[in-house]
């Protein structure tokens, strides 16, 4: 064969998309469903409109992502990462940025695309394509908060008496129960859980559901609290300062009075057994990221057919403004938070040693497009990151349900600001000492005898306990 007829096939070829596919990897963690829908209406596709393989790899442990990426050298063009390692393998110098991959042009465009990208920004440059943000909202039952709205009242004496106990006045002066959640503070929280709790003549049955695993998941709520008694970063990280006294006490009020369900920590419930809290009747009341929400509301189909009864009867609010259990002299807050509590979320990351930055890129982008984030968003509760899709919720997903989770969960991300879990090396180590903290307070009833003096007997508890242990993290810290 001639030359020129050799050249002639060899243009075809390229013409006609001959060129050997290209076989890449991505590395993620989801749940089962949600990774079967992502390969077959997402990563499909892709393959078969830009003519490469990509080989779908899914690691177990999300602290192993660091090892996941080592363990498939130069094959990775994108890993699922939870926000919390984000800095750590940026640090590691395990991924590259975005601008480095894109460009710097196509890095700015990119750039105007998306929600909170700062929260992954370092130095000015970006290092991570968002993939879904969360934070927790308050989810309840509407007809038992309308309820206690219209009846708490009868049982006001007995809430303000067991009160004064703890803060020496009762009630905060001029106190009613707002009928939107989304004005409530603590105080809202303990009076409807008092109410709920007292509906049996012939026992208490708590009815607020927290997660009492010993997990993340628990730290996580414990965090929250924190930052919304006006705690920061560094409260949360030495565990010194009146939000984190103020965080348990709280947490052994609210246990102690039969505000909680104490099958929360006795059964070790995780965000599952919450569901089946709502399912049962053993919660009307709880916290819980977009996912939770979405698994117990249901779809209506076989495959997820929700948690409760009558899922209209859902409700969704931002979290509890943050205030304190002391009161002035003339019943008022003596110290006021906010409804402040942390964003999370995954983020797609570029290996640094990606075989094709250019697939990378497409990819994430593909990934992100407005009709892979809106289908993928209404199926598995994912706050959408696109600016444009925030801005257009309900033309999206009507008005219904779905638009409720989103729009009070943009609120409460507007609330968190760039507010997050403090990205420190040694946090799931810190993690256990809350933990500990929290089982010892709460589980086991360790908050002293005197109601007036468990506030005291708390601090002097984290002060010369937890507090030292924490203080040994951050010295040991590399």
Not at 140 to 165: C, E, H
Not at 253 to 267: D, G, H, Q, S
Not at 330 to 354: C, F, L, M, Q
Not at 372 to 392: T, Y
Request: aromatic share 12%; net charge negative; glycine share 8%.
């Amino acid at each position: 064969m001639s030359p020129r007829s050799l050249l002639f096939i060899a243009l075809l070829c390229l013409v006609l998309g001959c060129a050997a596919r290209r076989e890449v990897t991505l590395l993620i963690h989801m749940m089962p469903e949600q990774e079967a829908y992502f390969k077959e209406n997402i990563v499909a596709p892709f393959e078969a409109k830009n003519r490469c393989k990509v080989n779908v790899i899914s690691y177990a442990d999300i602290g192993g992502v660091a090892q996941a990426l080592r363990d498939n050298p130069k094959k990775v063009v994108l890993v699922k990462t939870p926000f919390e390692q984000t800095q750590a393998l940026r640090d590691q110098g395990l991924v590259m940025s975005v601008d480095s991959a894109a460009g710097l042009r196509t890095a700015g465009e990119i750039k105007d695309r998306y929600f909170l990208l700062n929260l992954c920004t370092y130095d000015n440059k970006l290092y991570y394509f968002p993939r879904k943000f969360e934070t927790r909202i308050l989810v309840y039952l509407k007809s038992k908060v309308s309820q206690a709205v219209m009846s708490w009242g009868d049982q006001r004496d007995d809430i303000d008496s067991i009160l004064k106990a703890y803060n020496g006045f009762g009630l905060p002066s001029g106190y009613a129960l707002e009928s939107d959640p989304n004005q409530w503070d603590y105080y809202d929280l303990f009076v409807a859980g008092y109410y709920w709790a007292h509906q049996d003549s012939t026992k208490v049955t708590p009815k607020i559901g927290t997660r009492g695993k010993r997990y993340s998941g628990t730290c996580q709520s414990l965090v929250d609290r924190i930052y919304s008694l006006g705690g920061t970063s560094n409260n949360v990280l030495s565990m010194e300062g009146e939000p984190v006294v103020e965080m348990f006490e709280w947490e052994a009020l609210f246990a102690r009075e039969n505000i909680v369900n104490p099958k929360c920590w006795v059964e070790g419930w995780s965000g599952t057994d919450i569901w089946n809290g709502f399912k049962n009747g053993d919660v009307y009341l709880s916290f819980m990221t977009q996912l939770d929400c979405f698994f117990l509301h249901g779809n209506y189909s076989k495959e997820q057919p929700g948690y409760v009864d009558n899922p209209d009867d859902l409700g969704f609010a931002v979290m509890p403004k943050g205030v304190s259990v002391e009161l002035d002299m003339n019943g008022r807050y003596a110290k006021e938070g906010s409804h402040t509590v942390s964003t999370g979320g995954w983020w797609w990351g570029i290996p640094y040693d990606s075989p094709y930055p250019d697939i990378s890129v497409k990819l994430a982008e593909w990934i992100l497009g407005s009709d892979n984030q809106v289908k993928e968003s209404a199926q598995f509760g994912m706050i959408p990151v696109r600016k444009d899709i925030l801005g257009d919720l309900g033309l999206l997903y009507g008005k219904n349900w779905i638009s409720d989770v989103y729009n009070i969960s943009l609120k409460q991300l507007v609330f968190n600001k760039y507010t997050t879990v403090p990205l420190y090396k040694k946090y799931s180590d810190l993690e256990q000492v809350y933990l500990d903290a929290w089982f010892d307070i709460v589980a086991k009833g360790n908050w002293g005898t005197g109601k007036v003096g468990m506030h005291k007997y708390i601090r002097d508890l984290i002060d010369n306990t937890y507090m030292v242990r924490a203080a040994e993290l951050m010295r040991s810290a590399p």
